[in-house]
């Protein structure tokens, strides 16, 4: 179930950033070279773009891809390294606790007013229950988190560690030698 729910998200974020992707070009190629464009465009682009980003949040956490500050957690002993950050998972657990309540109220006023979206005959409704599904994602990678952290599977969120990175990339380029404009001044 779960292998299917990677491959579904992953999926699913590849194709609404291809799609968006093409609809952008797509227009901005009708309006400046042929003056004219599609009404729907920017309303599906909106709805589309929404969508990407709240699975994105899902699948950053379960890919340790979001940036995060945590310089000072790191200098912990490991056993506090893992208290903090099961407090932080259960902020983030009452952030999407918090979150998914306001969505299923906002989505139950709109579904029963039964507003339509401006472009398209499809009730709003729909269109905006990316707050619950991306919510729901998110809050299931935060709970696997947490009972990989409570397992020992994992130290931490797993963010990632841009300077580590750069540092790694700058060990590697030490052999490096200078372009010849520069060998030649000095």
């Not at 779960?2 to 797509?26: D, P, W, Y």
Request: charged letters at 20%; a negative charge.
């Amino acid at each position: 179930m779960i292998k299917f729910l990677h491959k579904f998200e992953e999926s699913a974020i590849g194709l609404l950033l291809v799609a968006t992707t093409l609809l952008v070009f797509i227009e901005v190629v009708l309006r400046f070279v042929f003056n004219t464009g599609l009404l729907w465009a920017q309303e599906l682009t909106l709805y589309m773009s929404a969508w990407m980003v709240l699975m994105g949040a899902s699948w950053g956490i379960r890919e340790g891809a979001h940036i995060g500050v945590d310089a000072f957690v790191k200098k912990l002993p490991e056993s506090s390294q893992k208290i903090v950050t099961l407090i932080a998972l259960a902020m983030c657990l009452a952030y999407c606790g918090m979150f998914l309540y306001g969505s299923w109220i906002y989505l139950s006023k709109m579904h029963l007013i039964g507003i339509e979206m401006e472009d398209f005959a499809i009730e709003k409704w729909k269109a905006m229950s990316c707050l619950l599904f991306g919510f729901l994602l998110l809050t299931l990678r935060i709970v696997v988190l947490a009972i990989q952290v409570i397992k020992g599977e994992r130290l931490g969120f797993g963010f990632a560690d841009e300077a580590k990175e750069s540092m790694h990339l700058a060990e590697g380029n030490d052999q490096t030698e200078l372009p010849p404009s520069n060998k030649e001044g000095q």
